[in-house]
């Protein structure tokens, strides 16, 4: 037998590169898989077919549209700086796809008679920092790739999206932090495993219902993040045609295509291991890390649609609107909750009670911000209505 | 743990290759036909008129400024974030949450302070 010769461990380097090359192929099929979603969704809401000519039900269009994006030619505008003009891509892509390497997707890996550890790339102590500096670097690449093209419409849309990422970056750390001060730990996994019912002194609640201001601000901010509709100033059409990616062609505007989704993907994980307790199966503790797996994928998928729907529903923000939105009232509610649930972590409470106390201390706040700022009733999309009557 | 950050490398290599590959491969394959107007910047079909290097809202500087000033001070955060936990536990999270507390009031004056001077509206 096979089985009794070959080791039960294999070599260090070999499981860090199978699953390296796994997993970052799952991301960028996952990628293309969403792209052909997005396709798709956008089809069903506006009740057209969408893509349905290659192969079955149209599955193997993100193949074709990867071997023509190959084959196009290469456009670099005149005035371009050529060498950062190359790189801006590569430097948007890679830290999305980077991201990916903390992200816990279920608990150990046992195939036939080897145990390939842990189903994530690694797991680091201080993945949430890992996690935090790496959506920073993203700004780079789109700044770069703005600048670099030598056009009004992409510096404009590359201003606009590293304004709108910076601004958005504190609310998801802060809401990221009230998780943290929940688990105690910085370790994704640490995270996750801190909502499953059989951890030590757990609850067994998952953080969307201890935490659901930091839940709400979360998704709304990794929508900003991502530069994905209502948000998506970097590259309205109406204004600033392709915004940061307007020079861009075949290959290049690939890979800024593909790290936008895969930014989707890695949000969509994120919240999952954040709120929805990682690859936790309810009411099954012990479940088989395929299990775990589909759990999370299928957590995840949810996200990943919620991401569709919304950019075919909703309207698009004004810019003062989303970075009043940002400021005035993201960032103050995700101070509050900071606070409220440090207090409850730190006195000792029971964590069910911060989703009231964090209810609590809204409440004033709301208030208080609603007499002082009688015209910021336009960020909930008065705005028409008020231009109109002012005109 | 360093060993932990090695398969981080791992991936690393794995990412470059894939993107630098992605545009190497394309700009082999693909074919070129230059011609003047397809090296032109994009500005809906007249040809350029002036600098692309624009004059931009002072704004998008103070947005940034006043990034800096708030993510230094969510990152002093994140170590008592990560701790607090274990402090409830020695029992000295009361003390230290004062601590934060304080930490947060400034925090939260230095944003009321912003937010008066209005260097948080943006259409001015």
Not at chain 1, 291 to 299: D, E, G, P, T, Y
Not at chain 2, 62 to 89: C, G, M
Request: charged fraction near 10%.
């Amino acid at each position: 037998m096979m089985d009794d010769i070959l080791p039960a461990e294999l070599p260090l380097f070999a499981v860090w590169v199978i699953k390296a090359v796994v997993i970052f192929g799952s991301l960028i099929s996952a990628a293309g898989i969403t792209t052909l979603a997005e396709r798709k969704v956008s089809a069903w809401i506006q009740y057209r077919i969408g893509p349905n000519r290659v192969g079955p039900f149209g599955l193997l269009q993100p193949l074709a549209d990867g071997v023509k994006f190959i084959f196009k030619e290469e456009l670099v505008p005149d005035g371009a700086n050529r060498l950062m003009f190359r790189l801006a891509p590569m430097i948007t892509a890679a830290p999305a796809m980077m991201c990916i390497a903390v992200i816990p997707f279920a608990g150990e890996v046992v195939i036939g008679n080897y145990n390939l550890g842990n189903l994530s790339i690694t797991d680091l102590s201080v993945s949430v920092l890992y996690v935090g500096a790496l959506t920073g670097l993203g700004i780079y690449g789109i700044i770069l790739g703005g600048w670099s093209s030598n056009s009004k419409f992409s510096l404009m849309g590359a201003m606009r999206a590293s304004a709108q990422m910076v601004s958005y970056e504190l609310t998801l750390l802060l809401a990221i932090l009230s998780v943290v001060l929940l688990a105690g730990s910085l370790d994704l996994r640490a995270i996750a495993e801190s909502q499953a019912s059989s951890a030590e002194g757990g609850i067994g609640v998952w953080n969307m219902f201890l935490q659901p201001v930091a839940f709400v601000l979360f998704i709304i901010a990794m929508f900003a993040e991502t530069n994905r509709h209502p948000f998506d100033f970097a590259e309205c059409e109406p204004e600033l045609v392709g915004g940061f990616h307007t020079e861009y062609s075949s290959m290049k505007f690939a890979l800024f295509f593909l790290g936008e989704y895969c930014a989707i993907i890695v949000m969509c994980c994120l919240v999952t291991t954040f709120f929805l307790g990682g690859y936790d199966v309810p009411f099954w503790d012990s479940a088989p890390w395929f299990i775990q797996l589909a759990s999370f994928v299928a957590k995840a998928a949810c996200f990943i649609f919620l991401f569709l729907w919304v950019r075919w529903t909703l309207p698009r923000f004004r810019y003062d609107q989303l970075m009043g939105l940002g400021w005035k009232v993201m960032l103050p509610l995700a101070l509050v909750n900071v606070t409220v649930t440090g207090a409850v972590v730190s006195f000792g409470w029971s964590p069910l009670i911060t989703p009231v106390l964090a209810v609590a201390a809204l409440i004033p706040g709301v208030i208080l911000f609603a007499r002082s700022n009688p015209g910021e009733a336009s960020l909930t999309g008065h705005a028409l209505s008020e231009e109109g009557s002012a005109s | 743990m360093l060993i932990d950050y090695a398969p981080v490398l791992v991936l690393l290599a794995v990412v470059a290759a894939f993107a630098s590959g992605g545009v190497i491969v394309s700009e082999l394959l693909g074919r070129t036909r230059p011609a003047i107007a397809k090296g032109s910047a994009y500005e809906c079909g007249t040809s350029g008129i002036g600098n692309a290097r624009l004059r931009l809202s002072i704004h998008f500087y103070l947005v940034a400024v006043l990034f800096i000033i708030f993510d230094v001070e969510t990152l002093l955060l994140v170590p008592w974030a990560a701790s607090a936990k274990s402090f409830a536990e020695a029992g000295v999270g009361g003390i230290v949450f004062a601590q934060v507390a304080a930490f947060l009031f400034v925090l939260g004056l230095g944003l009321v302070y912003e937010w008066r001077k209005g260097g948080m509206t943006w259409d001015r």
